[in-house]
């Protein structure tokens, strides 16, 4: 187990590192990702050797966190509502993530296992919230888990030209009036 300080630097690092990914794209320079953690860079390429590395522990760590607030979203809404929030919410995770696809597919081993990653934490709690709106009546039967986890990725890509932040919220919001069509309730 790493030391507290340790950790510490780790999440720093990630953290500031998600905050540099999003305003800069992947490549943002490891200066100001280190400097943004409160730490230099020796202390970035101790935990991370490569950018691979890093860019592939805030995607795990984004992934951690979009799974994690479906649970707290089912308290506290109903389904339905549950559901569409969560649904939203990963549209930003998606939408947010400047050059990530192309860096997830560039063959690099680092990011190898992440789309296993992907469907193994993702998978389960959409399933979860796609049962519980489809046992209330409030969507049509039958929606894959994984294959709506990609549609809405597809949403998320602008068409050339475009740069409107509000749209993959808007086409999600769609595809989810198509989901609630001849609904049983």
């Not at 549609?151 to 993959?168: E, F, Y």
Request: proline share 6%; charged share 20%.
């Amino acid at each position: 187990m790493p030391r507290a300080d340790a950790q510490r630097n780790v999440e720093a690092l990630v953290t500031a590192a998600k905050t540099e990914f999003a305003e800069h794209g992947v490549d943002a320079n490891v200066r100001a990702i280190a400097a943004r953690a409160g730490v230099g860079t020796a202390t970035l390429y101790r935990h991370f050797p490569q950018r691979s590395d890093l860019i592939a522990a805030v995607f795990r760590h984004e992934i951690d966190a979009c799974a994690a607030a479906a649970p707290a979203l089912s308290a506290d809404n109903e389904p339905d509502q549950a559901l569409e929030l969560w649904l939203q919410r990963y549209t930003e995770f998606v939408a947010t993530k400047h050059g990530l696809a192309v860096s997830l597919h560039s063959g690099d081993p680092a990011y190898s296992a992440l789309p296993a990653y992907f469907s193994e934490r993702l998978g389960p709690m959409l399933a979860d919230l796609l049962a519980a709106a489809e046992d209330a009546g409030a969507i049509r039967a039958g929606m894959d888990p994984i294959d709506l986890l990609g549609t809405v990725s597809n949403l998320c890509i602008p068409p050339p030209g475009t740069d409107d932040p509000g749209r993959a919220h808007r086409m999600v919001g769609l595809l989810l009036d198509g989901l609630r069509y001849r609904a049983t309730r």
